[in-house]
Structures are given as C-alpha cells and as structure tokens.
C-alpha cells in the first residue's frame, strides 16, 4: 500500500515538472499556424501593420501623437517650417473638435493627420464595437476640420489584435506604429536631452519617431525639435510624412504580399 502510494506520487511530481519544460524544437514546428497573439513579424511579413520602412533613402518620419494643442502644435510647426520638414500628426477627435484650425494648418503646410480615435481610450482588450465607434469618429473630426480623410490609423499605447487589424483593413486604414528604437517617451518628461538623443543616437533610414505634441505642462518635446531637426539635416536625412515614407518601401526578400 504504502509502495503504491510512493508510486503514484512519484508519477504526479514527474508530470508536473515535464509541463515546465519547452516542446523540443521540430522542423514541423516552424511552419504551425501562429498562436492567437501574434508578434511583430507575423504582421510586418504581410503589410498589416508599420513599425518602419526598409529603405537606402536618408529619410526619417517624424510623427506626433495626441494632439493638437493650442501652443505646443503651433511652435511644432513653426519648427518644421524653419527647416522644411514635413511630420505626420495622429489627433485626438475630441480635440480636433476644440482646435480645428491647427489641424486645418497642418494640412495646409503640407504635414499629414492620422486618425488617434475620438476619446483616446485604451485599447487593450477593447471591444470591437468600441474600437468601430473611436475609429469613426476619429476619422468624423478629421474630415470636419479638412474636409479630407485620412487613411493612417494609431491606436492608442499601440495595443493591436487580430480583430483590430481586420477592423482596420474594413475601414481602409494602414495601422501605423512605430520604430522600437525610436520611443523618446516624451510624455514622461524624461529631460530635453533625452528625448533629443534617444532619436539623434537611434537615427536610421526609414524610421517613424514616435514624439508626442500634447503632454501636460510640458515643452520638452518642443525644445528637444530644436536641437533634433538641425542636426538630422545636416546629417543629410529628409524629413517625410508617413504616406511620404511608405512610398520609399524597398521590398525586402521574405515579405508575403497580401491583400490589403
């Protein structure tokens, strides 16, 4: 009895241990579908989702989220325009209902609006029927202030799903991200020069910079542009907007054409 006992202990402990060890590695196992949470290269294979664009061209996007504000926005542009940059701005809709006009000076400047929801809510484990309502009221304040909509969507703290992806090719959206390497974590407000050098360290061709032209009580981010923009260009890089950039997309060997 006392045997029996020891046995079927013996067993269960061996069994549990297994469960935390990795199946080995298989030639079959290379090739199984995806798991339901699929990374990075599973999606930028298919064109599902940017992170940055392969290309040999010196150009570099430099995109602005949360916007627009009534004085960090303004002195942004005034900045790019010293240096003949153009930049993407992803807005929010709620305050492009407040500040139509700096999102309508945008366009006319010749940057690109990319559609950051109505409400800017977190979109980890969002429904999809919530997902829908952001996104199209996003695009609603976009079209009401410019009269143009746009086809660049961002959500929020970058969380994405399957269903997003699928959402947004139903809507006519390119999912943008951004370059891992290049997250200045702006609206921490980690220092003028640390944001300045994140992307002046970081600085590759193709990259989108993800910089942020709302952040409560802050200018960093205004005050990084200054020392960021002239020393990008006379390091010979160009400053695109994202559609600008996609345009630039070198094919690399592996990509897997999908429709779109």
């Known amino acids: 009895m006392k045997y029996n006992r020891l046995l079927s202990a013996s067993i269960v402990v061996s069994l549990f241990c297994a469960s935390f060890y990795a199946t080995p590695y298989t030639e079959a196992a290379s090739y199984a579908s ?4 699929k990374g990075r290269a599973y999606y930028e294979e298919r064109g599902d989702i940017v992170w940055e664009v392969p290309t040999q061209r010196k150009v570099i996007a430099l995109t602005f989220d949360d916007g627009p504000d009534e004085r960090k926005t303004p002195a942004i542009l005034d900045l790019l325009k010293q240096y003949d940059a ?4 992803f807005v929010v809709g709620s305050r492009v209902e407040k500040l139509p006009d700096i999102v309508k000076r945008e366009r006319k400047e010749g940057h690109e609006v990319g559609n950051h929801t109505f409400h ?13 309502s952001e996104m199209d ?3 609603a304040s976009i079209v009401q202030a410019t ?10 703290g970058g969380s994405y799903t399957d269903s997003l992806v699928k959402l947004s090719k139903e809507k006519g959206l390119k999912l943008i991200l951004w370059s891992w390497h290049q997250d200045t974590l702006d609206w921490r407000k980690p220092g003028v020069h640390r944001i300045a050098n994140k992307v002046l360290r970081n600085a590759r061709n193709g990259d989108i910079v993800l910089m942020h032209d709302y952040v409560y009580k802050s200018t960093q981010t ?12 006379k390091r010979g890089f160009t ?10 997309r070198e094919t690399p060997e592996g990509l897997i054409e999908v429709n779109k």
Do not use: W
């Not at 153009?86 to 701005?89: Q, S």
């Not at 800017?120 to 829908?132: M, T, Y």
């Not at 009269?147 to 959500?155: A, D, I, K, N």
């Not at 205004?222 to 260009?233: C, G, H, Q, R, T």
């Open 120 to 132: 800017h809510p977190s979109f980890h484990n969002i429904s999809r029927n919530k997902a829908l």
């Open 147 to 156: 009269g143009v909509e746009t086809h660049l969507f961002r959500p929020p």
């Open 239 to 248: 400053f695109v907007t994202v559609s600008e950039l996609l345009a630039n």
């Open 86 to 89: 153009k930049a993407t701005f």
């Open 34 to 37: 995806p798991a339901p949470t």
């Open 222 to 233: 205004v005050e990084a542009l200054k020392i960021i923009l002239p020393e990008l260009k």
């Open 137 to 139: 009221q996003g695009q």
